[in-house]
């Protein structure tokens, strides 16, 4: 059987308490926790462990917070020798996925996911904008539309989660409008509770500086493959992984299209890395046999745990 995929997830899965038994039972991850507070400047294992919830939300808070919790969640599994034959990473997450398959080292990763919460609260707070999810309508009529709109106001399809649920982002005019006329075609959206438009237009002005992070940091090629956020494609070369990072922030996250790409390849074993299970409960929605495919995941020394014993019996 093909090895499994990691999947690391992004903001919307963070938790407090996220990743605090590896931190008590391992050196390594108390480190990984003290360069994180190093190079944030924030004290990321109060943030992770008490929050309160309200400010580790804020995404210049939250990204440095959720990459270090996902990547303690990886060190606990990878010290076990469990090795994927792919990863991938849901916006945020590609940061963390980047490093687990060593196309940035860890330090860099930090820094570039540190600035990139910066930067994109900066503009959350100079463009308000808004996301909404859009269910019970087909994908292909729901992006006609948002396209029609965005002729004349800022708006993406930020996530293409699963063909059963896509996610808008831009405006709060424009978020009004398709919310109106998707309710016209048969189909729901509800507003997400989140602080700035990600993946939309509104992001375009941190495009630029955070492109200048990216590019002083070295990217080799991929140890393990990588389903892209922008192509929706597997990648192993670090210039064209490079390349597509500078413009990450504001362009779709096709995450359901780079998960096909992984099932092609025979992956039935889909493991999250982190907190909440977002990503895994997603899977149901996204594999072509549920029925054959296994999904689940890891947030915890107990969860670990479980696995390998599972591991162990089959």
């Given amino acids: 059987m093909t090895a499994p995929c990691f999947l690391f997830p992004g903001q919307g899965s963070q938790t407090l308490g996220m990743a605090k038994t590896f931190y008590d039972e391992s050196k ?75 196309v940035i080292d860890v330090s860099d990763c930090l820094k570039l996911v540190t600035a990139r919460g910066r930067l994109m609260q900066e503009q959350a707070e100079i463009n308000q904008g808004a ?17 029609k709109i965005a002729q004349s106001k800022p708006l993406l399809i930020a996530n293409y989660n699963s063909p059963k ?6 405006s709060v005019d424009a978020i009004e409008q398709l919310e109106k006329e998707i309710r016209t075609l048969g189909g729901r959206c509800i507003r997400l509770n989140v602080s700035g438009a990600w993946h939309s237009p509104l992001m375009k002005a941190a495009v630029e500086p955070l492109a200048e992070v990216i590019e002083q940091v070295e990217f080799n090629n991929a140890k393990i493959p990588i389903a892209l956020n922008v192509t929706g494609s597997i990648e192993s070369d670090g210039a064209t992984i490079k390349k597509r ?4 922030m504001y362009s779709s996250v096709r995450w359901y299209q780079g998960i096909h790409e992984i099932w092609k390849k025979g992956v039935r074993v889909y493991i999250e ?24 995941f890891i947030d915890s020394v107990s969860a670990l745990d479980s696995f390998l014993h599972a591991e162990e019996e089959y």
């Fill in 28 to 102: 390594e991850v108390k480190d990984l926790f003290a360069e994180a507070s190093d190079i944030s400047k924030y004290d990321i294992a109060k943030l992770c462990f008490s929050g309160p919830m309200e400010v580790l939300t804020e995404t210049k808070h939250l990204q440095p917070a959720m990459t270090t919790a996902v990547l303690a969640c990886y060190y606990g599994i990878r010290d076990f020798d469990v090795i994927p034959s792919y990863v991938a990473g849901h916006s945020l997450g590609e940061y963390a996925a980047l490093a687990a398959a060593e």
């Fill in 131 to 147: 996301m909404t999810a859009i269910v019970k309508v087909k994908p292909e009529p729901a992006v006609e539309l948002v396209n």
């Fill in 165 to 170: 649920q896509l996610v808008a982002s831009g």
């Fill in 245 to 248: 990072m500078k413009d990450q």
């Fill in 273 to 296: 890395i982190g907190p909440k299970g977002v990503l895994t409960k997603m899977m149901k929605a996204i594999s072509p046999d549920p029925v054959n495919m296994q999904a689940l």
